[in-house]
């Protein structure tokens, strides 16, 4: 169940920069801006026999390869957090 929303709004630098991540750089249909610490579910598919599956999720700031995820500083960005009973993956 959803308690509250939580929204704050921060100058985008350093470590408060968002994280950009392009259409279709995990597998996502389209483009994502969110916070550095924001999680992002990464599967690992590998086609060939017995390589496995293996599905985790991932700060988005450690995700970041200059390309297709980005920092993006500069101006302010506005912050919301959902906080829910329990855990949750949307």
Do not use: C, W, Y
Request: proline share 3%; aromatic share 4%.
């Amino acid at each position: 169940m959803l308690r509250s929303i939580g929204r704050d709004t921060v100058r985008a630098a350093g470590l408060f920069a968002p994280i950009a991540i392009r259409t279709d750089a995990l597998h996502n249909t389209g483009g994502l801006v969110v916070s550095p610490g924001h999680r992002q579910f990464v599967s690992q598919r590998v086609d060939a026999p017995r390589a496995g599956h293996k599905e985790e999720l991932v700060r988005a700031d450690h995700l970041v390869n200059g390309s297709d995820v980005t920092r993006n500083a500069g101006g302010f960005v506005d912050h919301v957090q959902l906080l829910f009973d329990k855990h949750e993956t949307l």
